[in-house]
């Protein structure tokens, strides 16, 4: 997988197959960083159900490249927005309506629109 930083809160990922994770970016070049990776996460669950869609449709997902962007809010700091631009020239016209209302529907994207539960503990030995 590429991915490619444009600055410190946005990057492009491509060649989603690969396996390995090949990260360049303009200078300084940055880090994945845990932040980058929460966003990293939703583009790589996006493009898997845009995958399965692909093989259903008989259209080729190799040419899908995901840019992510995000800000943030503060007081509490969280994500403000997380903007996805997703590119697949391969993608005919008439299936672009239908991609788009999968793409929306990855897990990670269910979880932070509807939220979780979440618990955290402390635990000392």
Known sequence: MN?????????????FEDNTFNVSG????????????????????????????????????????????????????R?????MDICWPTLPQKKQKVAEKMARHCTIHNTIHNCVEMKTTVRVA
């Open 3 to 15: 991915i490619h930083f444009e600055d410190a809160h946005r990057f492009v990922v491509s060649d």
């Open 26 to 77: 303009v200078k300084p070049v940055f880090e994945l960083t845990a932040l980058a990776t929460f966003v990293l996460s939703l583009a790589r669950c996006t493009y898997s159900v845009l995958w399965v869609y692909a093989g259903r449709s008989d259209v080729d997902p190799e040419s899908i490249e995901i840019t992510m962007s995000w800000a943030f809010d503060h007081e509490p700091t």
């Open 79 to 83: 994500f403000k927005q997380i903007v």
